[in-house]
């Protein structure tokens, strides 16, 4: 059962074992896709392991199953702007703000996130 692996993993990171984590999530994510608690542990994971491209699949994962959670679209939105990818950044956090306009979001990122978009600056 997903919540079974998920609670492996929650030992396995409390046991400072990282690799056993990585292992015991992408077996939760494989053997039940379907899990959204099981892709937001997995995302949570790779951030704290600053592993961008598999949080950023994470959350893609996430966001499909829950559309309506506004703070996985904003944590999508730091990954996509971390890997330079600025276009999807700026519509994942129009998806964000479309949820909860009310969403605590520096006005600074935003025209800057914008400013990336509209440049066409390099993906990185």
Do not use: C, K
Request: hydrophobic residues 50%; charged residues 25%; glycine residues 6%.
């Amino acid at each position: 059962e997903a919540a079974f692996l998920r609670a492996l993993a929650d030992r396995y990171v409390a046991a400072v074992q990282p690799e056993r984590v990585a292992r015991t999530l992408d077996a939760a994510v494989s053997a039940f896709p379907g899990d959204a608690r099981a892709w937001e542990s997995m995302g949570s994971f790779a951030l704290d392991r600053r592993d961008y491209g598999r949080a950023a699949e994470a959350h893609r994962a996430l966001v499909r199953l829950e559309p309506e959670n506004g703070p996985a679209w904003l944590r999508l939105v730091a990954i996509l702007a971390r890997q330079g990818q600025w276009a999807e950044a700026r519509a994942a956090l129009a998806r964000a703000r479309a949820i909860d306009p009310g969403a605590p979001v520096d006005a600074a990122l935003v025209a800057f996130l914008e400013g990336q978009a509209a440049s066409g600056a390099p993906v990185r």
